[in-house]
């Protein structure tokens, strides 16, 4: 069973910087696609990034590309997202998500279907 807890979220001046973790045990580290998600008050759910187990291919979306690394600590069993130069439109509720499969990039999107998620951690960030 896929299990996901994060941490690390918080309140955060723009500018800030923030690392996310996602403490994730019971997935299958050579085929699978772990990623995190972001969800603002009234907004849709949004992915921010994703890596593949298996070979470290990573993955970000415009929102945060050049601002967010997504990483893999083998030796904490964590994926960890850092992001730089926060802004208030950063502000969400962030969760770890996990697919049983590698992940898939159609016309540069993330397709995966992802079955197991955490319960999420707050990110404020204020101007």
């Known amino acids: 069973q896929v299990h996901l807890v994060e941490s690390g979220g918080g309140s955060v001046q723009a500018g800030g910087s923030l690392t996310l973790s996602c403490a994730a045990s019971?997935?299958?580290?050579?085929?699978?696609?772990l990623a995190w998600f972001r969800q603002a008050p009234g907004k849709d759910r949004e992915i921010v990034a994703a890596?593949?187990?298996?070979?470290?291919?990573?993955w970000y979306a415009d929102s945060v590309k050049g601002r967010a690394t997504i990483s893999q600590d083998n030796a904490k069993d964590t994926v960890d997202l850092q992001i730089n130069g926060l802004k208030p439109s950063d502000t969400a509720m962030y969760y770890c998500?996990?697919?049983?499969?590698?992940?898939?990039?159609?016309?540069?999107?993330?397709?995966?279907?992802?079955?197991?998620w955490g319960q999420g951690t707050q990110v404020t960030v204020s101007s």
């Open positions: 998500a996990a697919e049983a499969f590698h992940c898939t990039v159609v016309l540069g999107k993330i397709v995966n279907t992802f079955a197991y």
């Open positions: 890596i593949r187990t298996q070979g470290g291919y990573t």
């Open positions: 019971g997935y299958d580290p050579r085929a699978s696609c």
